[in-house]
């Protein structure tokens, strides 16, 4: 797919850079989205399993979101009419919104985004970046070139940072002043139901932060799911142990805090997110350079939420469109 050209390139198929490609292509603008994941997901992401026959789905990223934005709360009320989003009533106990879970999986937004837009080239990591004249040329890992006019980068802050060295040194060190807290998650499946009353347990002080019963949310069922959340003191403690050492340390600290007896797994797997929660600056919720024609959106730019994303998305897109 060599010498490909767009009128708007976008790196991150996340939610901040769907959000811009949704916004732009309601402006009517030619936009293509790059990302090197294998499909819709980023943060948000759901991973699948095949547990005894049967599929069960693990949020393993971000839990659920809330909506305060006005904009972004029309944007959810959209996804929840057409079945890509539901309210989780078990979360909205522990917030002051309520609280909305992607469907049938946490990437079902994603998913619905990326489908509208129809043009998200997936398994495509951009590697180079330069401004050639008028264009900037975007190379790729499998040595293939694109072109574009403009180009936005909504990818993880550190890897904006990396990315945009030579292209645009003053957005590369705003991204490179965020600091990202790791997370290990852990996905692990049962044969019965373990003896929890809730569905979701919250200790922030304590070795597992996060827990929930994935197979309780909304559009789930089945097989006994949960999904453990790492805080970032132990996420640091641990984080380069292998994954199979630290899932099984992981589900340890999970029946210790829940003082559950242990129970062995019919499924167990670990991810390590790097860079799980960035700490987000203050300022303007993305940023964009007229003259050269780039920008960078993202939750760090905003807050570290999904929707601080969408909303650093969507402003960016507001500043190209002018």
């Known amino acids: 797919m060599d010498n490909l050209h767009s009128d708007i390139a976008i790196i991150g198929a996340g939610m901040a850079g769907l959000a811009c490609a949704t916004r732009l292509k309601a402006e009517g603008r030619d936009v293509r989205v790059f990302d090197k994941g ?41 996804w929840e009419a057409r079945g890509a989003v539901a309210r989780w009533e078990a979360a909205s106990k522990i917030s002051d919104d309520p609280a909305f879970v992607g469907a049938p999986g946490m990437n079902g937004p994603i ?9 998200v080239l997936w398994s495509t990591r951009i590697e180079g970046l330069v401004r050639d004249e008028a264009v900037w040329r975007l190379s790729t890992t499998e040595g293939d070139v694109h ?8 990818i993880p802050a550190e890897q904006a940072s990396d990315l ?4 645009a040194p003053a957005f590369a060190e705003i991204a490179a002043s965020v600091t990202s807290e790791p997370c290990w998650a852990v996905m692990a499946a049962f044969e019965e139901r373990l003896p929890i009353a809730v569905d979701s347990v919250r ?14 949310k ?14 970032p ?26 003082k559950v007896e242990p129970l062995d797994p019919v499924h167990i797997v670990a991810h390590r997110w790097l860079y799980a929660q960035p700490a987000s600056l203050k300022g303007d919720p993305a940023r964009y350079d007229t003259e050269q024609r780039i920008g960078i959106a993202g939750d760090y730019l905003h807050s570290p939420r999904v929707e601080g994303a969408w909303v650093s998305g969507t402003a960016l897109a507001d500043l190209v469109v002018g």
Do not use: C
């Not at 998913?111 to 043009?119: P, T, Y």
């Open 38 to 78: 294998r499909g819709p997901g980023g943060r948000m992401a759901a991973r699948r399993a095949e547990i005894d026959g049967e599929t069960v789905r693990f949020d393993h990223g971000a839990q659920y979101f809330t909506a305060r934005d006005a904009g972004f709360r029309e944007a959810v009320a959209g």
């Open 147 to 154: 072109t574009a006019n403009t180009v936005l980068v909504a």
């Open 218 to 231: 909304p559009q789930r069922k089945g097989t006994e799911a949960w999904v453990l959340h790492a805080s």
């Open 233 to 258: 003191s132990r996420s640091r403690q641990i984080i380069d142990r292998p994954k199979e050492e630290a899932a099984q340390i992981l589900l340890a600290d999970f029946f210790s805090q829940t």
């Open 111 to 119: 998913k619905a985004m990326a489908e509208d837009l129809g043009s």
């Open 164 to 167: 945009l060295q030579e292209a």
């Open 203 to 216: 200790a922030t002080e304590a070795a597992i932060s996060w827990a929930a019963r994935n197979s309780a």
